[in-house]
């Protein structure tokens, strides 16, 4: 990866990436700032011209043999991805398997979207005219992705913005930029010029420099509420999508499978060790199967196996950091100390926190309505299914939201109540197809991921009309 972590810096900082289990030195990387962005510009602008230029069928090709290419290095990333984010192996490897989904469904939309016809003989006196719309490079995308899924989530920036003829200035976490580092070195390989994609890697003040830059047409960003709003202060005009986070909700119906609504709920609570935008937080229970449903889910989280993230037999592996950790362990204290009762976990050691399980949890409480992005779910019951969605809807921002039911008609009553970004039925909230639109609903909902819509956010039509009279 030589050529690609000799990244534009005006000084010698550097960054040092830490193994989240152990906290031992996986590698150093340099650091850009502030003042690097003229020149990190330069690049890109550069690398946006020759993005332009390449024709369909080579971005395509490109993006097919990345996936080529990652597939051949899949045990590679997943090692990666374990070292540097905390990630499970198994998980880890499910990641690269995504990420190669994605390179191959941005290679199918380089081809295919293009544009349409004009029927402009629509409108009465435009007879004689005819013409097309054609979807054009916006030119510079910045990309700025978090520690969560360091591969995957690079990937969805990546992919579409090169599907559709532009050059990325991309920024990943300084935790774990590992993952995109060598991603982009793939698709170097892959035959893409140097240039199309331009890594900085660095703190909020680089952050900042680049959001503000005039030359870049957009910013795609996943990440906090906090980070967001300040990237909307500081953009200036140009086009925002962000993925902001959730609270996800799951409602369990008394007519549902109980054994397989809490195997769902388990598995989508506490992947990643809960640092997860869609992971299940909250699930609300139907009174007539609360307790039995409440055995089965605190039974299987308490069998989980948390350590060392690199062993096939671990579930559930560290979080980011034993600050991230101490966050998460202060945050049930404080729900504790306020009424809510302990079912399972609460046990932290270093950035291990245990698979933990609450209820009684306040409704007005910030664990309520707030993203706690760590292994820690809470159970509530409820009477009707008007009261679940009630409750499902009580957060300000929401990405998606998960059912069990085995009744056709719940089933549509909440869907078409709860407000989400996606309604999984018969799944926990956690499950995303990397080809459907993706994103959050209320409050800070801008854009949509997903290889198709990303692309369309990343281009613009441009209008042909001729006439022949």
């Not at 946006?48 to 369909?56: D, N």
């Not at 993006?63 to 991805?81: G, S, Y």
Request: glycine share 10%; with cysteine; proline share 4%.
């Amino acid at each position: 990866m030589t050529a690609v972590k000799r990244q534009i810096a005006s000084t010698a900082a550097e960054i040092a990436v830490l193994n989240p289990y152990d906290g031992s030195l996986v590698e150093i990387v340099s650091a850009s700032g502030p003042n690097d962005i003229d020149a990190l510009l330069a690049r890109t602008r550069h690398g946006a011209a020759l993005s332009r230029a390449l024709p369909r069928h080579r971005r395509a090709a490109i993006l097919e043999k990345a996936a080529r290419l990652v597939e051949e290095q899949c045990e590679a990333f997943a090692r990666t991805i374990v070292s540097e984010a905390g990630k499970t192996i198994v998980q880890a490897r499910k990641e690269t398997l995504r990420c190669i989904n994605t390179l191959k469904l941005s290679a199918e939309e380089a081809k295919r979207n293009a544009g349409e016809i004009v029927p402009f003989d629509a409108f009465a006196g435009s007879e004689t005219r005819q013409g097309w719309f054609t979807r054009e490079p916006l030119g510079v995308i910045a990309a700025i992705t978090p520690y969560n899924d360091p591969l995957n989530l690079v990937a969805h920036k990546l992919g579409p913005a090169i599907a559709g003829g532009n050059s990325i200035l991309l920024k990943p976490s300084e935790l774990a930029p590992l993952s995109a580092l060598k991603l982009v070195e793939t698709l170097v390989a892959a035959g893409l010029p140097e240039t199309i994609v331009t890594v900085a890697i660095g703190g909020a003040d680089l952050g900042h420099a680049i959001v503000s830059a005039r030359d870049i047409r957009m910013v795609s960003f996943t990440g906090g509420f906090v980070t967001g709003e300040a990237i909307a202060r500081s953009a200036g005009l140009k086009k925002l999508a962000m993925d902001l986070g959730g609270n996800a909700p799951v409602i369990v119906m008394a007519d549902c499978d109980i054994a397989k609504a809490a195997t769902g709920c388990i598995s989508g609570a506490y992947w990643a060790a809960g640092q997860n935008c869609i992971g299940v937080q909250r699930i609300l229970v139907q009174a007539d199967c609360y307790e039995r449903f409440r055995q089965t889910f605190v039974a299987g989280t308490a069998k989980l196996l948390a350590g060392d993230p690199s062993r096939e037999e671990t579930d559930v592996g560290p979080m980011i950091s034993p600050t991230a950790a101490e966050r998460a362990e202060t945050a049930v204290e404080q729900a504790i100390g306020a009424g809510a009762r302990l079912l399972c976990g609460h046990q932290r050691d270093g950035a291990l926190y245990s698979p933990t399980v609450l209820e009684g949890v306040g409704r007005q409480s910030r664990l309520w309505r707030e993203e706690i992005f760590a292994p820690v779910v809470m159970l509530e019951r409820f009477e009707t299914l008007a009261d679940a969605i009630f409750m499902a809807n009580e957060p300000d921002y929401s990405l998606h939201a998960g059912m069990f039911t085995s009744n056709l008609a719940n089933a549509l009553e909440a869907a078409a109540g709860i407000e989400a970004g996606g309604v999984m039925i018969n799944d926990s909230s956690d499950y995303r197809f990397d080809a459907m639109p993706f994103g959050g609903f209320k409050h800070g909902s801008m854009g949509r991921e997903g290889v198709r819509f990303a692309y369309e956010d990343m281009t613009q039509p441009k209008v042909v009309c001729i006439n022949r009279a």
